[in-house]
């Protein structure tokens, strides 16, 4: 979930903690979007500058003493970015070796001109070729060692990246994005703001959670959150699918350290 340093959320993070109580959830991670110096991933109204960090970490440490008297426990996550030039990447790197965070993301947001350029560049100009590379790039994010979880991982489909998006016409490339997740033993985001937008369906699609299942990748949950109604939103309709898929546990991360939760019977007890 994300705060007002974004510039696209709204509400205060120890409200978004209050209602996490309120729907009996007992921790909550942030993770607003990482700086980036490019200015094709979005600027203003998209992310923080690198000189609100240190605003960003004290603003969560705060949430998090404000909130410990309610049974809620606050983590301190980043969303990073995932993207196929390193150059890029390496003002991003030493963020994340700058701080202590609990949980880092890995987001390929398609939707931004820093990936639409890359796309252009190469030629790609086909929704076939679009959704191929954006797997094939997801795949080399979990290989790079930078992120717990990869998240919202089938965001190609929404924001007009593509025309139609069909995962099963797709099966060997996303199933290869899965092998390496399993192979690199991280996780992958189940993010409920999907069914809000777009196909209104869950990220990942059902039959790409279908193969995670059948491979044995590991999940966190997020409700990606940019307003306190929607902490904890669709939970108790997408867990019960999961268990129906097989998945019997869900996780979160601590300090970078992966923590291992049975899959609830209702409302999640772990949202970032």
């Known amino acids: ?45 998209i992310r923080m500058h690198r000189n609100q960090l240190n605003d960003y970490i004290a603003l969560v440490e705060e949430t998090a003493a404000a909130a410990k008297p309610m049974g809620v426990e606050v983590l301190c996550g980043i969303e ?50 679009r959704i191929d590379s954006y797997f094939r790039h997801l795949k080399d994010g979990a290989q790079s060692g930078r992120y717990d979880s990869m998240s919202h991982p089938d965001v190609i489909r929404t924001y007009g990246v593509v025309r139609e998006f069909n995962p099963a016409e797709h099966e060997d490339v996303i199933r290869e ?58 939970f108790n309709w997408v867990q019960p699918m999961l268990r129906e898929k097989g998945f019997k546990d869900l996780h979160y991360f601590r300090g970078r350290q992966r923590q291992r939760i049975d899959m609830p019977e209702g409302a999640a007890e772990a949202a970032d």
């Open 80 to 129: 990073a970015e995932v993207f196929p030039d390193e150059a890029h990447m390496e003002s991003m790197d030493e963020v994340l070796a700058a701080h202590d965070w609990d949980f880092v993301l890995g987001s390929l947001h398609a939707q931004c001109q820093s990936y639409l350029s890359w796309l252009s560049d190469h030629k790609v100009k086909d929704d076939a070729m």
């Open 177 to 234: 994005f899965l092998q390496a997740l399993v192979d690199e033993d991280i996780c992958m985001e189940v993010n409920t703001s999907g069914l809000t937008k777009g196909a209104y369906e869950v990220h990942p699609d059902p039959l790409i959670l279908d193969w995670a299942a059948d491979l044995g990748v590991k999940l966190t949950i997020g409700s990606d959150s940019h307003r306190p109604t929607s902490v904890g939103q669709f």
């Open 1 to 45: 979930m994300h705060t007002p340093l974004c510039g696209h959320a709204i509400g205060e993070p120890i409200e978004y903690a209050m209602m996490a109580r309120e729907r009996g959830l007992d921790l909550i991670t942030i993770t607003c979007h990482i700086p980036m110096d490019w200015s094709a991933f979005g600027q203003e109204g």
